[in-house]
């Protein structure tokens, strides 16, 4: 998520609020946090002020309000953002944008699986979560077009996820809910049931296959039975009439099966509404494990191409997601998507001669190995 | 071996089930008129006499031959299919849990 | 698993074909393996890590660990590809009239002269029926219009329209109507009712003029084909294109030369033809539809590749029992196509009601009825109960004898999910449900059509199988091609 920094003031706890620009009080004020250039008068009702100009000590104990000063970049928060504010180092999380179509809300941060690849940090769950991610949806704009449920494992919380759920349901009825789950607890079809009872009209379950066999899945998923529990949850979801769809990062242990891993959605899971191939985010245990994962997008590009043209022929809905224009062959750029949230895309210094910049979604971070080499402008 | 007109073939018992035997014949009723007997407790006799218009008589022995041997190995994967092909038919119409299907067949 | 065996072999038919050997596993997926591999498969000589064993694997042929998922997997596959038994009947053929204003040389329908009204449908059997058709439980209903030609009684056609509707209020069913006419009478008052009513049409059409004429004429010997041709055209403009369709029937007269046939639609703006033969009832017709199996394969094939071109050049048109077939091949789904399938359509999935209230499990069972025999007579709307009927005894007994996973040479053929059973064309040619195999034309027919586009596939030519696909998903093959996405 994006992220300022400030000089902290007047509190030591964590806020969570929604940015206003407009000093005036309204019935909205008592859930905002101000954005401004400078504090120039008292500041009645907001939850907090943060301000771009540095203020002295004196004039803060005046203003008994928590305050973050010095904020560089302050232009970079919107009206109608949600930032969740850490008092102790003056950091600014922002966990909602207001303009982006990427918004998500990090569900659980601790995880049923260790896949090799798992690009997020995981810590063990605490209470407040819960409480702050409905607080934060409470405070979303309705007209949010989409918000993924993310983590670790959103269904590790259980009932929790019902309550968080629920919440969306009200406060963004036509928004794009995906969660973003491995689907292994959805093998108790009560649980799925007990989902599919809140009827959100626009929830999709967005569930990883690794491989087409089930050792394969399991070991990269780090755990046995999990390509097992991972098909009767899919087939739960589908008596359940939920949405579904499939995602397949790529990489070496894998990258050579995508169009057996395409047959075999096809044919075993033909109810999936779009089935996305993804480039590997390389964080965290991908990061770790890179030697053992690595493979080329040269090199799997011939087999990408032919996955996603094995699902096109058949009319399914296939995108591929995390992939730079320039390593892959052209008659499958228009499956592309650029799926990396804006404030999260790097491009390198031969991005800017390309011709297709601005079609092409750039990277997570710095490319590792050979990958950089392959780049090239178009 | 071909006799005149009528390809006589022995089928050894030991080798060939008798049922494979029967059903090759019975592939073979729209080129041939067939007739089985017993020559011994072991040797199942079968004479095939080709309808006009066939292919030769050294191929029609040679594919009797062939589809002998494609009916027996039908005949010994039925003994190895018959029971999951019931499981399959059974669970796509009266499904039961994933778990329970597992324990009935560890059974 | 069996312990010192590296791995569980599921089940799975087999058939040679050339070098190869094609394997299909019980949910219709196929493969295919060189001989060598065969061997190794059954003597269990296969190495786990080699791309032949994965292969093997995603069919579920074998499995090197715990079996459940795959016996999961194929049973509910097994059951998407038999989910057209769960509706029950849901195509109804109603036999508005026996009479007829044409008298074609191979009819079928042994249609009375145009003048009578006995063998009309009244409006007080066809009630009766459209109360029957409702106690279906299929929540989709087709009901269609055949004859004799049906515009002959088309007050009654009318009626059966506004009363099934009518029922339809309660019972809110998905509610469509063919009429399947020669449209040799076709007027002004008719298109306005069809157009409002949204009825799909269903014509005939044999060929260019020669071809048609050759065998479909009026009752005084002259020629439809100009006014049929008329009709149609008004038809299509009236109610578009695509709800407008024609069958032909394949005679001695036009079984070789099918190409000009498959030129005619398309100049008459048909989107895609249906090459099947029927089978011929009584002396005129099998004199006319008497051509043997050899030349009406050979025929097909040839047609079948003239069509692939015209594809390939740009023209959209497809075959449409060639489409059904592929669907079976190469999708995980069902298809509705009463004519092949298992167990038989006959019955439960279309039922035929003749014009004084008899039903039957198909119109061939009609015909036969029309001949003298009753076999396959369920009852009759005035005088028998929906469960007399749909769960009498001749239902039951046609059913019981159509399930090719029972019947002899059809229980282990590598194609049994791509086929089916027909009974009371077994019983009608050669005396007795199940039928002979080795000698039945339906069974040389069926196989010799699936073999080759099996042998299609098995060449993977990126272009047939780009035109198969656009047949099958209903696009074009322009989209195919470009990979543009909608």
């Known amino acids: ?378 | 071996m071909i006799e005149g007109n009528k390809i006589v073939i022995k089928i050894d018992l030991a080798i060939y089930a008798r049922i494979a035997a029967l059903k090759t014949c019975y592939v073979f009723q729209d080129k041939c008129h067939t007739s089985l007997e017993p020559e011994s407790e072991s040797i199942f006799k079968v004479t095939l006499t080709p309808k006009k218009g066939s292919l030769s008589l050294p191929e029609i022995e040679k594919e009797f031959m062939d589809e002998l041997i494609d009916q027996q190995i039908r005949v010994e994967n039925d003994k190895l299919f018959s029971n999951i092909r019931k499981m399959i038919v059974e669970q796509a119409f009266k499904p039961i849990s994933f778990a329970e299907l597992k324990t009935k067949i560890r059974k | ?486």
């Not at chain 1, 991610?133 to 704009?141: A, G, L, Y």
């Not at chain 1, 030697?291 to 191409?305: D, G, I, N």
């Not at chain 3, 005084?220 to 008004?234: A, E, M, S």
């Open chain 3, 1 to 486: 698993m069996i312990k010192g065996r590296a791995y569980t072999i599921f089940p799975y038919r087999f058939m040679r074909l050339g070098k190869d050997i094609l394997l299909v596993n019980e949910a219709g997926e196929f493969i295919f393996m060189s001989e060598n591999d065969f061997v190794k498969l059954r003597t269990y000589q296969l190495d786990i890590k080699d791309e032949i064993f994965l292969n093997l694997e995603i069919k579920h042929i074998v499995a090197d660990t715990d079996p459940t998922l795959p016996i999961y997997l194929l049973a509910t596959k097994y059951r998407t590809k038999k989910s057209f038994l769960n509706d029950f009947t849901a195509l109804h053929i109603f036999i508005i009239t026996l009479c007829c204003n044409q008298k074609c040389k191979y009819c079928q329908a042994n249609s009375e002269d145009e003048a009578r009204t006995d063998y009309d449908m009244n409006t007080g059997t066809a009630k009766k029926c459209v109360d029957m058709v409702f106690k279906s439980p299929s929540p989709a209903i087709k009901i269609e219009f055949q004859g004799g030609e049906p515009f002959l009684n088309f007050e009654t056609v009318k009626f059966v329209v506004q009363y099934a509707n009518q029922l339809n209020g309660a019972y809110q069913k998905n509610l469509e109507f063919v009429i399947c006419a020669n449209l040799l009478g076709l007027n002004e008052e008719m298109l306005n009712y069809l157009e409002e009513h949204k009825i799909w049409v269903s014509t005939s059409l044999d060929g260019p003029r020669n071809l048609h004429d050759a065998n479909r004429i009026t009752r005084k010997g002259t020629g439809t084909y100009d006014i049929v041709r008329k009709n149609i055209q008004l038809a299509q403009d009236k109610l578009g294109n695509d709800r407008v369709s024609a069958l032909m029937v394949t005679t001695r007269d036009n079984v070789d030369k099918l190409n000009d046939v498959v030129d005619e639609y398309i100049e008459q703006r048909f989107n895609s033809i249906f090459i099947r033969t029927i089978h011929p009832f009584g002396r005129a017709a099998k004199e006319k539809l008497g051509y043997d199996v050899e030349t009406f394969i050979k025929n097909y094939k040839k047609t079948l590749d003239y069509i692939i071109r015209l594809n390939l050049d740009g023209v959209a048109f497809s075959e449409q029992y060639a489409t059904i077939i592929l669907k079976k091949i190469l999708t995980p789904f069902a298809t509705t196509f009463v004519d092949l399938q298992s167990p038989a359509g006959t019955g439960i999935s279309c039922a035929v009601y003749g014009y004084n209230g008899d039903v039957f499990v198909s119109d061939e069972a009609r015909m036969l009825s029309k001949m003298g025999d009753n076999r396959f007579l369920m009852g009759n709307v005035h005088k028998n109960s929906y469960q007399e009927i749909f769960n009498g005894k001749v239902i039951r007994e046609t059913i019981e004898n159509s399930c090719v996973e029972t019947m002899p040479l059809c229980s282990e053929c590598a194609f049994q999910m791509y086929c089916g059973a027909d009974p009371v064309r077994n019983y009608s040619v050669q005396g007795d449900l199940m039928g002979h195999r080795p000698t039945s034309e339906f069974h040389q027919i069926n196989y010799l059509i699936i073999r080759h586009l099996m042998e299609l596939i098995k060449q993977n030519d990126a272009d047939i199988m780009n035109v198969f696909w656009s047949w099958i998903t209903n696009r074009s093959i322009e989209e195919i091609k470009r990979s543009e996405r909608g």
């Open chain 1, 1 to 378: 998520m994006r992220q300022l920094k400030g000089i902290p003031l007047n509190s030591r706890a964590r806020i969570i609020g929604k940015i206003s620009k407009n000093p005036a009080k309204t019935r909205e004020t008592k859930n905002c946090i101000l954005a401004t250039v400078s504090i120039e008068k008292r500041l009645r009702g907001f939850k907090a002020v943060l301000c771009s100009t540095a203020i002295e000590e004196a004039k803060t104990i005046r203003l008994k309000i928590p305050i973050i000063h010095s904020v560089e970049n302050i232009e970079a928060l919107s009206e109608g953002d949600i930032v969740s504010l850490d008092m102790m180092t003056g950091d600014i999380i922002v966990v909602y944008e207001r303009n982006s179509i990427h918004n998500s809300v990090l569900a659980s941060t601790d995880c049923n699986c260790r896949c090799i690849m798992c690009p997020q940090a995981l810590a063990a769950n605490s209470k407040e979560n819960l409480k702050n991610n409905i607080e934060i949806i409470r405070m979303m704009d309705k007209r949010t077009p989409a918000l993924g449920i993310t983590g670790g494992e959103p269904l590790i919380l259980g009932d929790g996820l019902i309550k968080l759920l629920k919440q969306c349901k009200k406060q963004l009825p036509e928004t794009q809910i995906q969660i973003l789950t491995n689907g292994i607890l959805l093998k108790e079809n009560d649980y799925v049931r007990s989902i599919a009872r809140l009827r959100l009209r626009n929830l999709v379950f967005c569930i990883p296959l690794y491989a087409d066999t089930d050792t394969e899945h399991d070991f990269i998923m780090q755990r046995k039975g999990a390509f097992e529990d991972t098909i009767q949850g899919l087939y739960n979801l589908a008596t359940n009439r939920q949405l579904v769809e499939i995602r397949i990062v790529v990489m070496s242990l894998n990258s050579k099966r995508l169009p057996k891993i395409a047959e075999f959605i096809y044919h075993n899971l033909p109810f999936a509404i779009h089935v996305a191939f993804m480039g590997m985010e390389v964080e965290g245990m991908a990061r770790k494990n890179i030697e053992k994962l690595w493979v080329s997008p040269k090199a799997y590009s011939p087999y990408l191409r032919d996955a996603v043209f094995y699902l096109f022929q058949r009319n399914v809905n296939v995108s591929i997601y995390n992939e730079q224009l320039c390593l892959l062959p052209k008659d499958i750029w228009n499956f592309t998507y650029k799926s990396i949230s804006e404030w999260k895309n790097i491009y390198l210094e031969d991005c800017l001669e390309c011709s297709e910049k601005s079609r092409c979604g750039g990277f997570f971070a710095a490319p590792y190995g050979d990958h950089k080499a392959q780049i090239h402008p178009l």
